[in-house]
T-cell receptor, first 116, second 110 residues
């Protein structure tokens, strides 16, 4: 069963507009962490934002915010005031306790294109 | 500057040859990871290491081997037993909750 679901393979947004990238997850753990990474065409993975399962406030980092809805198991990334440099793949990931180590599971990704 | 280096960026090999991908970090992190990424897909874990001289198989370890003789280094060998070795390989390290990634090595086997 897929642990991380990103239902939008591709998204388009006008420059300066806000965009929401969807992510739902599946876990039976009470303690876990959720991440978003950006992967430009160069291939490097850039950490954007983190949300712990016990954090009551939604995480924010500059133009990035994470809309965390625990009961719905949803961790959507909101990018405000999109810029051309935001065009990239975006991956949602979850860190949960494994039997011998903390597993990090990645979703399939969403390709975001920012239109001038 | 602290970070993770992977070399080379592009690597070409003939089928049947073993090839070793380098990963070095100067972040003083205990944990290191190797991931494989195929076109249009997410990352899949090959091997991980929590501490020097110890490493564990991830989800797709068949055809790969690793060593962890030093804290800073976690090389990955793609053996001839790996059926579809052509892919993008990412190394990561972690000292807390997030993982830091290297720039990746794109391996092409023909």
């Amino acid at each position: 069963a897929q642990k991380i679901t990103q239902t939008q393979p591709g998204m388009f947004v006008q420059e300066k507009e806000a965009v929401t990238l969807d992510c739902t997850y599946d876990t039976s753990d009470q303690s876990y962490g959720l991440f978003w990474y950006k992967q430009p065409s160069s291939g490097e993975m850039i950490f954007l934002i983190y949300q712990g399962s016990y954090d009551e406030q939604n995480a924010t980092e500059g133009r990035y915010s994470l809309n965390f809805q625990k009961a719905r198991k949803s961790a959507n990334l909101v990018i405000s005031a999109s810029q051309l440099g935001d065009s990239a793949m975006y991956f949602c990931a979850m860190r949960e306790r494994g039997t011998s180590y903390d597993k990090v599971i990645f979703g399939p990704g969403t390709s975001l294109s920012v239109i001038p | 500057d602290g970070g993770i280096t992977q070399s080379p960026k592009y690597l070409f090999r003939k089928e049947g040859q073993n090839v070793t991908l380098s990963c070095e970090q100067n972040l003083n992190h205990d944990a290191m990871y190797w991931y494989r990424q195929d076109p249009g897909q997410g990352l899949r874990l090959i091997y991980y290491s929590q501490i020097v001289n110890d490493f564990q198989k991830g989800d797709i370890a068949e055809g790969y081997s690793v060593s962890r003789e030093k804290k800073e280094s976690f090389p990955l060998t793609v053996t001839s037993a790996q059926k579809n070795p052509t892919a993008f390989y990412l190394c990561a390290s972690s000292g807390g909750y997030e993982q830091y990634f290297g720039p990746g090595t794109r391996l092409t086997v023909t």
